[in-house]
């Protein structure tokens, strides 16, 4: 597990969400589970199982993101502590093996516990990769009633303008993910 699978799994919420990672390429998947491989080149592939819609990443490395959403290069690897360092938050690190062993090389998990988001490595650098970034914080903030880490803060206000570099449809589904939370919340 990883990500929102993850997070919620450990604070005992519903999971809605169902995200995982394995050391498989997007091609080694295909040839044992029938998945959607339209996000492939990005280590991401998808497939239904009893309904229910499950996203398995490939761990890997990302760099060169040259059009403020996507990674130029990808390399495929095999160990999460170098995945990890291609994740947006320190929540969105934490790792759940076959096991239910926490493999949390961010520690996101004391974040989660003293609920603070931190990003990943430089804010600033980080934002520039993917705009996105700042609607995601903002959901999470309200999401897990988070306090945003002060650098991390910051970068977000100094960073908005980029929000504009996005696709408008990319920014209209995080708003909308937003608004169900708030609606939830009522």
Known sequence: MIGSTSRDYLLNKEITDY????????????????????????GITNFHFKG?????ATLRK?????????????????DINIDYL???FTINAIYIDENYQ???????????KNKV????????????EDPLRILRAK????EYNLTIEETLKKALKE?????????????????LKLEKIKKEEK
């Open 159 to 175: 960073n908005e303008y980029l929000l504009k570099e996005l696709n408008p449809d990319k920014i209209h589904m995080e708003l």
């Open 117 to 128: 988001l931190k990003m990943i490595g430089d804010p600033y650098k980080r934002i520039k």
């Open 102 to 112: 926490i493999i949390d090389p961010s520690k996101g998990v004391i974040d989660l």
């Open 86 to 88: 291609r994740r947006d």
């Open 19 to 42: 995200d995982f990672v394995s050391d498989a390429t997007p091609k080694e998947v295909s040839k044992f589970i029938a998945v959607d491989t339209t996000f492939s080149k990005y």
């Open 139 to 142: 959901r999470f903030e309200f």
């Open 52 to 56: 229910i819609k499950i996203d398995l």
């Open 62 to 78: 990302e760099t060169n993101y040259e059009d403020y959403r996507h990674p130029s290069k990808i390399e495929f690897i095999k």
